[in-house]
């Protein structure tokens, strides 16, 4: 158990639909990343907070938007879903901005699939 | 810029044989480079990581890479694969708050 909770595990929605994964990094730890995994495209980062400020933008669709609250919690957004969206949604945190050494720890991962 | 290379996207071993999976890695800075391992529908797990302290660095589950500054390589190996060595492994190089994720190797492991 890396510590970092992800909700929902699993969720199926329609096209056009809006998502929110939900994610809580490990006690302590103040930068959030999201990485989405999908079979086509392998895992892609997408974008990281800390301390409730963006840090870092990866492969991000403009339709997808994220934010970390001051509780640390983060929340990924998911717009104008399509089929092609359909994939495992990670969470993962580390104690500070991600430098050389950061261990990342992962959470399960929610898995979203667009019908 | 930085990356990374699986070299092999499958490798299957028999049970009891050695493990090699490949990764090359380039970077404009020192590297960070970790080795994750993925079970079906599970997350990334941290098997080990190099952070420019000893060049050979032993993780969990007996699992162990070398780090080569002249071939930039990371390769992960152990010297006898198990049946729950049967995963999905991830050669990673972070900096600065980005990682990049190699394409992954999905290891076999035959009884």
């Known amino acids: 158990d890396s510590g970092v909770t992800q909700t929902p595990k699993h969720l199926i929605t329609a096209t056009g639909q809006r998502v929110t994964l939900r994610c809580s990094p490990r006690?302590?730890?103040?930068?959030v990343y999201w990485y989405q995994q999908s079979l086509d495209q392998g895992l892609q980062f997408l974008i990281q907070?800390?301390?409730?400020?963006?840090?870092a933008k990866g492969n991000i669709l403009e339709r997808f938007s994220a934010q970390q609250f001051p509780d640390l919690h983060s929340e990924l957004n998911l717009s104008s879903l399509e089929l092609g969206d359909s994939a495992l949604y990670f969470c993962?945190?580390?104690?500070?901005?991600?430098?050389?050494?950061?261990?990342?720890?992962f959470g399960e991962g929610s898995w979203l699939t667009v019908v | 810029a930085q990356s990374v290379t699986q070299l092999d996207s499958h490798v299957s071993v028999s049970e009891g044989t050695p493990v090699l999976l490949r990764c090359n890695y380039s970077?404009?800075?020192?590297?960070?480079l970790f080795w994750y391992v993925q079970h079906p529908n599970k997350g990334l797990q941290l098997l080990l990581k190099?952070?420019?302290?000893?060049?050979l660095v032993k993780g969990i589950n007996g699992f162990e890479a070398e780090f080569k500054k002249s071939e930039t390589s990371f390769h992960l190996t152990k010297p006898s694969a198990h049946m729950s060595d049967a995963a999905e492994y991830f050669c990673?190089?972070?900096?600065?708050?980005?990682?990049?994720f190699g394409d992954g190797t999905t290891l076999t492991v035959k009884p």
């Open positions: 006690s302590g730890d103040l930068s």
């Open positions: 190099y952070t420019s302290a000893a060049t």
């Open positions: 907070y800390y301390n409730g400020e963006e840090r």
């Open positions: 990673v190089n972070t900096n600065a708050g980005k990682s990049t």
């Open positions: 993962a945190s580390t104690p500070g901005q991600g430098g050389p050494g950061n261990t990342i720890y």
């Open positions: 970077s404009s800075y020192s590297p960070s």
